[in-house]
C-alpha cells in the first residue's frame, strides 16, 4: 500500500488547500470451489473423476496509480482552494510557484477487472450481479465540516449518471462493464450552504438580497467577521481551534482511503 502526499497551497491564501493521499487495498480469492466425484458405472472398478479446478480469483487495475502504486501526478486531485480565475476582491487565487491549479472538487477512481462474471454480489440483494466493493473513508475532519454544513458530498458511477448522496455506510457498489471489466466512480464535492454553495472567494464578494444586519450576507460581512468565519471553517477541516494564532498558515494534509474489493463472494 503506498501514498502520495501533496504540498498544502498557498499559506498565506485565507481559503486552503487540503492534500489527499490514495490509499488502494485489493482482497483477491484463490480456488473458490473444487470437487472430486466418482462416476456411476456397470464396471466394478468404477473410475475416479476429478472435476475442474475453478480460479476465481481477481486482477485489478486503477487508472490512477502508476507502477509504484503512487498516485498520478497528473491524475485528479481535491483542492479547498480559490478558483484559479478569481484574481479580483477580497478572497482571491494567487499562484504560489507549486503550479497549484486552484479549486478542484471532483476526484474519479477508474480501473478494470478481470474474470467479471465470477464476481459476487452486495449481500442481501435480489438479482444477478457482478459487483466490485469499493470502501471510502474520508478523514474525521472532513466529515465534522461536512456536518458543519462548509462541504457538501456526492458521487457518480460511470460517465454520464446521476448524482447519489454518499453512502452512510462509506461503502459503494459497483457493477464493471461486463465485456470489458471497466468501472469508475467520481467523488463531488462542493461547497455547502453556510457559504451558500459558492466558493468562499465568491461568497464574500457578492451581494445578497436576503443578506440583513442582523445576518449579513456574502459582501456584507465585514472583513473581521469573514477572517473569523474562514477561521471556524479552517478549524473545523484540519482539526484545529478557531483560537489557534496560526489556524490560517498552518500546513495540512488529509488522508481519504479507498480500499477496492473483488470477491467471489463478500
Same mark, same amino acid.
Given at each position: 500500500?503506498?501514498?502520495?502526499? /501533496?504540498?498544502? $497551497?498557498?499559506?498565506?491564501?485565507?481559503? @486552503?488547500?487540503?492534500?489527499?493521499?490514495?490509499?488502494?487495498?485489493?482482497? =483477491?480469492?484463490?480456488?473458490?470451489?473444487?470437487?472430486?466425484?466418482?462416476?456411476?458405472?456397470?464396471?466394478?472398478?468404477?473410475?475416479?473423476? +476429478?472435476?475442474?479446478? +475453478?480460479?476465481?480469483?481477481?486482477?485489478?487495475?486503477?487508472?490512477?496509480?502508476?507502477?509504484?502504486?503512487?498516485?498520478?501526478?497528473?491524475?485528479? !486531485?481535491?483542492?479547498?482552494?480559490?478558483?484559479?480565475?478569481?484574481?479580483?476582491?477580497?478572497?482571491?487565487?494567487?499562484?504560489?510557484?507549486?503550479?497549484?491549479?486552484?479549486?478542484?472538487?471532483?476526484?474519479? @477512481? =477508474?480501473? !478494470? +477487472?478481470?474474470?467479471?462474471?465470477?464476481?459476487?454480489?452486495?449481500?442481501?440483494?435480489?438479482?444477478?450481479?457482478?459487483? %466490485?466493493?469499493?470502501?471510502?473513508?474520508?478523514?474525521?475532519?472532513?466529515?465534522?465540516?461536512?456536518?458543519?454544513?462548509?462541504?457538501?458530498? !456526492?458521487?457518480?458511477?460511470?460517465?454520464?449518471?446521476?448524482?447519489?448522496?454518499?453512502?452512510?455506510?462509506?461503502? %459503494?457498489?459497483?457493477?464493471? *462493464?461486463?465485456?470489458?471489466?471497466?468501472?469508475?466512480?467520481?467523488?463531488?464535492?462542493?461547497?455547502?450552504?453556510?457559504?451558500?454553495?459558492?466558493?468562499?472567494?465568491? $461568497?464574500?464578494?457578492?451581494?445578497?438580497?436576503?443578506?440583513?444586519?442582523?445576518?449579513?450576507?456574502?459582501?456584507?460581512?465585514? *472583513?473581521?467577521?469573514?477572517?473569523?468565519?474562514?477561521?471556524?471553517? /479552517?478549524? &473545523?477541516?484540519?482539526?484545529?481551534?478557531?483560537?489557534?494564532?496560526?489556524?490560517?498558515?498552518?500546513?495540512?494534509?488529509? &488522508? %481519504?482511503?479507498?480500499?477496492?474489493?473483488?470477491?467471489?463472494? $463478500?
Amino acid at each position: 500500500m503506498r501514498k502520495i502526499t /501533496r504540498r498544502s $497551497y498557498n499559506r498565506k491564501l485565507i481559503v @486552503l488547500g487540503l492534500a489527499i493521499f490514495l490509499a488502494f487495498g485489493m482482497i =483477491s480469492t484463490g480456488f473458490a470451489a473444487w470437487l472430486i466425484s466418482s462416476a456411476a458405472t456397470v464396471d466394478a472398478d468404477a473410475p475416479v473423476e +476429478v472435476d475442474k479446478i +475453478v480460479d476465481e480469483s481477481f486482477e485489478l487495475t486503477i487508472d490512477q496509480l502508476d507502477a509504484d502504486g503512487k498516485w498520478k501526478a497528473d491524475a485528479d !486531485k481535491i483542492s479547498f482552494d480559490a478558483k484559479q480565475d478569481d484574481t479580483t476582491g477580497r478572497v482571491k487565487f494567487q499562484e504560489n510557484g507549486t503550479g497549484d491549479a486552484g479549486e478542484q472538487l471532483n476526484l474519479t @477512481l =477508474s480501473g !478494470k +477487472v478481470t474474470n467479471v462474471a465470477a464476481l459476487g454480489q452486495q449481500p442481501g440483494t435480489t438479482g444477478d450481479k457482478n459487483e %466490485i466493493k469499493i470502501e471510502i473513508a474520508l478523514p474525521e475532519t472532513l466529515k465534522a465540516a461536512i456536518t458543519a454544513k462548509y462541504l457538501t458530498v !456526492k458521487y457518480t458511477v460511470g460517465t454520464g449518471g446521476s448524482d447519489v448522496a454518499f453512502p452512510a455506510d462509506n461503502t %459503494i457498489w459497483v457493477a464493471p *462493464d461486463a465485456s470489458t471489466g471497466v468501472f469508475s466512480i467520481t467523488l463531488k464535492f462542493a461547497w455547502g450552504t453556510a457559504f451558500k454553495n459558492e466558493n468562499p472567494g465568491v $461568497y464574500f464578494d457578492t451581494e445578497y438580497a436576503d443578506s440583513t444586519a442582523e445576518t449579513p450576507l456574502g459582501k456584507a460581512v465585514t *472583513d473581521a467577521a469573514m477572517k473569523e468565519q474562514l477561521a471556524a471553517f /479552517r478549524a &473545523t477541516l484540519i482539526g484545529a481551534e478557531t483560537s489557534d494564532a496560526d489556524v490560517l498558515t498552518r500546513e495540512y494534509t488529509g &488522508t %481519504i482511503t479507498f480500499t477496492v474489493t473483488a470477491s467471489a463472494s $463478500y
